[in-house]
């Protein structure tokens, strides 16, 4: 899912420099944020707040001024958005589950949200925290065995904990599918408990789920292990892969 867009005509892209140019719009549009363009010289638009410009562009401007580095657009667009932004903190919010909402804010704004599979989830997060000042995680604590994953993956991040009830909206007409990504936006602004890991022990009644689901998936009606049960859960093996294994134990 894109970014949400910000408000418009705020960031200009200004500059001789074709590559420069190419880079940072790819980047903006990427991104969903406002902009436009002038060339290096002509007169700003009334309302631009940030002016995106090359090294070797000699602008004299009445606004804050990024330099952009071609071979590394996403870090001047970031501080461009920062500037826009007030500098507000980044943080990241995570409704996890198969497909977990993920919302970045920037002090009180949203400025991105995304909805992937759990496999990406993690990646999506360090992605968009890589170049963030002192960038802060929060995971909702439902379908824990997902957010178990997601937190594992996110490296060296601060990561906090979030009691998640009540972050789910109800949904009006139009809205269908929204609902985990509006859930992050809310865990996002709550306070949680920093954890480093999150070690996850499936409950007896999700084993159970397991087998019986091995027992629907095989063929021969076969149950698989507990112990394959258990790494079915943590996410370590899929059940088709579980009952590979117990085929051939």
């Known amino acids: 899912m894109p970014a949400l867009a910000l408000r418009p005509a705020v960031i200009v892209v200004a500059t001789a420099d074709f590559e420069v140019y190419h880079e940072v719009v790819g980047e903006l549009r990427e991104r969903g944020a ?3 363009t002038v060339e290096p010289g002509a007169p700003l638009p009334a309302d631009a707040d940030v002016v995106v410009t090359g090294p070797g562009d000699d602008l004299d401007v009445p606004c804050d001024v990024v330099v952009a580095d071609p071979d590394a657009p996403r870090a001047a667009v970031e501080e461009a958005l920062t500037l826009l932004r007030g500098g507000g903190r980044t943080v990241v919010g995570v409704d996890p589950g198969p497909r977990p909402g993920i919302a970045v804010l920037s002090g009180d ?6 909805h ?5 989830a993690a990646d999506v997060v360090l992605a968009e925290i890589a170049d963030a000042p002192d960038p802060l995680v929060r995971v909702g604590d439902g379908a824990r065995r997902h957010g178990a994953r997601i937190i594992d993956g996110l490296d060296d991040a ?3 904990l979030v009691d998640e009830t009540g972050t789910t909206p109800y949904l009006g007409r139009g809205a269908r599918g929204m609902d985990d990504v509006l859930a992050a936006v809310n865990i996002a602004r709550l ?9 996850f022990e499936p ?6 789920v397991i087998k019986q689901r091995s027992r629907e998936r095989s063929a021969e009606n076969r149950t698989i292990t507990e112990a394959l049960a258990r790494r079915v859960a943590s996410g370590e093996l899929t ?3 579980a009952l590979e294994r117990h085929e051939g134990q």
């Open 34 to 36: 406002a902009f436009t």
């Open 239 to 241: 059940l088709d892969e």
């Open 158 to 160: 601060t990561v906090e």
């Open 109 to 114: 704004l949203v400025v991105a949200v995304f």
């Open 203 to 208: 409950t007896a009644g999700e084993l159970d």
């Open 191 to 199: 306070s949680g408990e920093v954890v480093g890991e999150r070690s």
């Open 116 to 120: 992937v599979p759990v496999e990406d």
